[in-house]
């Protein structure tokens, strides 16, 4: 089982850029993919962005490409999600999740693992 959680979130204006932060913990890490969810006031919970720790390439929902960018620290076992240009539409709480085995796609009920969530605020 592998734990996650979350930090940086916060209030920015529309316009800024913020970093968020999921450490990961837990011996099998390494084995699980690792994405990036925000759920917005009143909608489901919507899948940004997913990597595997044994494979370079990066996954981006197509409604989120260009906005957000995914990133890792293999040492720390830390994933980062980097936001420019925030909208007040990207509000939301944002949740980093981890899925057993190789997995590139977005399905929430693929994740086995779901950290706390952080709140993001983006004023007008």
């Known amino acids: 089982q592998v734990q996650l959680v979350e930090s940086g979130g916060g209030l920015v204006q529309a316009g800024g850029s913020l970093r968020l932060s999921c450490a990961a913990s837990g011996r099998s890490f390494i084995s699980y993919a690792m994405g990036w969810f925000r759920r917005a006031p009143g909608k489901e919970r919507a899948f940004l962005g997913n990597f595997n720790w044994n494979s370079v390439k990066t996954y981006y929902a197509d409604s989120v490409k260009g906005g957000f960018t995914i990133s890792r620290d293999n040492t720390r076992k830390t994933v980062y999600l980097q936001m420019n240009s925030r909208k007040p539409e990207d509000t939301g709480v944002y949740y980093c999740?981890?899925?057993?085995?190789?997995?590139?796609?977005?399905?929430?009920?693929?994740?086995?693992?779901w950290g706390q969530g952080t709140q993001i605020t983006v004023s007008a």
């Open positions: 999740a981890a899925a057993r085995g190789y997995y590139s796609a977005g399905y929430p009920t693929r994740y086995d693992c």
